[in-house]
Nanobody, 128 residues
Framework: QVQLVESGGGSVQAGGSLRLSCTASSDIYRKNCMAWFRQAPGKEREAVASISSGALRIKYDNSVTGRFTISQGNAENPMYLEMNSLIPEDTAMYYC?????????????????????WGQGTQVTVSS
């Protein structure tokens, strides 16, 4: 049973914006650390941002700080990743993930191994 569904990917020019959505049940948002990861061809999957239950702790990878914004999902809205000032290096498959809430408070929040629930991914392509 699919529990996380990403959408919103696409192709944009450098400097453009996209908003990714991760649709899940409100229980998943309420109980878990939610995160966005991305994986470019030939590269390791890397964390982009995470948000704890209740949005008490939000973290970003240095490469996206100031350009990307993660927002909490709830019964009315999915979790979003607002991406602005996109650059070609942002090109990747983007994944939504859920893990134990304490992951968001850990120094190793960025490790994919800490998240057990994954979506199928949505492709983002940024051209120069």
């Amino acid at each position: 049973q699919v529990q996380l569904v990403e959408s919103g990917g696409g192709s944009v020019q450098a400097g453009g914006s996209l908003r990714l959505s991760c649709t899940a049940s409100s229980d998943i948002y309420r109980k878990n650390c939610m995160a966005w990861f991305r994986q470019a061809p030939g590269k390791e999957r890397e964390a982009v941002a995470s948000i704890s239950s209740g949005a008490l702790r939000i973290k970003y990878d240095n490469s996206v700080t100031g350009r990307f914004t993660i927002s909490q999902g709830n019964a009315e809205n999915p979790m979003y990743l607002e991406m602005n000032s996109l650059i070609p290096e942002d090109t990747a498959m983007y994944y939504c993930a859920a893990g134990p809430n304490h992951r968001c408070f850990s120094d190793s929040w960025y490790l994919a191994s800490g998240f057990s629930l994954w979506g199928q991914g949505t492709q983002v392509t940024v051209s120069s």
